[in-house]
């Protein structure tokens, strides 16, 4: 693959081929707050990972309001061997609590009767919030069209040649993003940029394994996972 990519190209091709490599399932329906939360806790985790902390909080905690007067070591060791967890509690406990002070309840789905830039806006001057967990939640709740972007993604991005230099800005990438991935395909390719993240984790190769990747199912097709490069 030259080194200067056809984005429109590459985003076709993780939407196609390499989409069926990894079978994403479609993301579950949560509740604004809800998917604030999990929005915390899958920044920079898999998927497995952050279904299974999420999990845990709602299985150990009678409530969010449980969860919110708790410790952090208390909540971080319910959130069991998600990386970073430490921050991840709390944001969380930080979370729910900003919520309840300005809300006296935990209920934010209020947020569905503004529009999609105010909701935005609101939901970004909460303590816990970031670029990352608020697009998410405009993109899972809000039905808004944001690509959620965290430190794997960004790295897969830049190996594959649509993120051009290390100096763009989260924002400015994710705007551009949004030009080449429709609205309804959004969360699929969050799902399969996490994957490949995940599958391919090296970074001292000066060759790109995720553009092999793309050569090698443009010319030949998918191979299987078995056969992947390894780490050197």
């Excluded at 081929?17 to 915390?40: D, H, S, T, W």
């Excluded at 503004?114 to 939640?137: E, F, P, T």
């Excluded at 993604?153 to 705007?175: C, K, M, N, Y």
């Amino acid at each position: 693959m030259p080194a200067t990519v056809n984005k429109q190209n590459v985003v076709t091709q993780i939407l196609t081929k390499v989409k069926k490599r990894y079978e994403p399932r479609e993301p579950e329906a949560r509740p604004v707050l809800e998917q604030f939360l999990y929005a915390i806790c899958r920044e920079g985790a898999t998927r497995e990972q952050a279904d299974r902390a999420f999990r845990n909080l709602q299985e150990f905690f009678f409530d969010w309001n449980e969860l919110r007067v708790s410790s952090t070591r208390e909540v971080e060791e319910v959130l069991g061997d998600i990386p970073d967890a430490e921050n991840r509690a709390n944001r969380l406990i930080t979370l729910l609590q900003e919520v309840f002070e300005t809300t006296f309840s935990y209920d934010l789905e209020p947020l569905h009767k503004k529009g999609l830039k105010q909701a935005a806006k609101q939901l970004s001057r909460y303590q816990a919030a970031n670029d990352y967990a608020v697009s998410w939640v405009v993109q899972q709740s809000l039905g808004g069209h944001a690509i959620p972007l965290d430190a794997p993604t960004l790295r897969v991005l830049r190996r594959l040649g649509v993120i051009e230099s290390e100096h763009e800005d989260p924002e400015t990438i994710r705007a551009s993003l949004e030009h080449l991935v429709p609205k309804a395909r959004g969360p699929i390719f969050v799902e399969v940029l996490s994957a490949m993240a995940h599958d391919h984790k090296w970074e001292d190769d000066p060759r790109s394994p995720f553009r092999d990747l793309l050569q090698e199912e443009e010319e030949n097709g998918i191979p299987e996972r078995s056969s992947r490069p390894k780490p050197r």
